[in-house]
């Protein structure tokens, strides 16, 4: 996200994309009036989705490639640019729940006391996609420590691990489905979960760099087509589908690789767009959930819009994409940039 000085356009592209997608999820209605529209999100969710591990996968792409930094230098340098946006945002989402709209009349201090317990209990008022930032603060926390050991394995001991680590979620996911509890076996497994996607991310670009698009292409496509079959065939059965299944992991690789191998459009226009879409992607994400359902979602339902489907989608996603890199970049640029150079004057005195 905001990790590598040296930014590659096919990665601000990607990211540019993906925040759209997220975006996207969740301007998706969770009902379906027809079959047509039950279609059309049962087909689309899957790629959107596959955007959020995405996400993981670039950050764990720089994040782990690089094994020589001092280790308090990059705890310091995630604060600023990852705790400081964090905490801001979600202080926006406290004072407008609980402030704005809140009955309480209790005093400031009380609200800061309150809004600091529910940054750290996860329980910010009405943001439930901040769970990402919780993943992300966990992985960065172990960051500096997996890079040396990542980087200390041969290829042969990457490929071995990437397996292991595959295989396990794939038996934690699908054999509680088939009636077979392995949770008490599994459950201390470390090597599990969102960390999948953040290893996959360096582990496929170093091991595959430079081999041709169709076998990753085959395999989302082959995630796809299962997903697919699930939903249509086996809702029943569709443990993960939205998350850490193969399957998901497949179409998130599949279309990380195809940008790895072609995403480098040099088109001056687009690149400007895209970078200036990437540097503020972080925040825009942070943000959007409020704008979607307090501005874009209230506007949408005044317009004659509201009755079409597809159309209210593509509205929503828009006018919230635009509402969130407005706020992300008048907040990135004053406030934020305010706390981040008070932390950083306050570390060069201390230095000193």
Known sequence: MLESKRREVKYDHLRSLAVV????????????????QWVFSAALLPVLLSFVGIYFMLSGLFLLSSHTEDILRFYKKRIQMILVPFACYSGIYYWYYKVYLGQDTVGFFVHIGRWLKALMTGTIPMAPHLWFMYVILALYLCTPFLARMFHAMSDGELKLFLVLILVVQSILLYLPELGFSVEESLQYMIFKGW??????????????????????????????????????????????????????????????????????????????????????????????????????????????????????????????????????????????????????????????
């Open 195 to 352: 960390f999948i996607y953040f290893v996959l991310g360096y582990g496929v670009k170093r091991l595959y760099h430079g081999r041709p698009y169709l076998m990753f292409g085959i395999l989302g496509l082959t995630g796809f087509l299962i997903t697919m079959l699930q939903k249509c065939f086996t809702p029943y059965f569709a443990p993960g589908i939205h998350d850490l299944a193969p399957t998901m992991i497949a179409i998130s690789l599949s279309i990380f690789w195809l940008f790895e191998i072609s995403g480098d459009c040099k088109n001056k226009v687009l690149c400007k767009i895209t970078g200036f879409i990437s540097r503020f992607s972080f925040s825009v994400y942070l943000i959007h959930y409020l704008i979607l359902g307090e501005v874009a979602g209230k506007i949408t339902e005044r317009l004659f819009l509201r009755h079409y489907y597809v159309p209210r989608i593509l509205f929503e996603t828009a006018l919230t994409f635009i509402l969130s890199l407005a706020v992300a970049w008048i907040l990135d640029g004053t406030v934020i940039h305010f706390i981040i150079w008070g932390l950083r004057k306050l570390d060069k005195t201390n230095r000193k």
């Open 21 to 36: 997608a997220i975006i996207m999820v969740h301007a998706i209605p969770a009902e379906s009036t027809s079959t047509g």
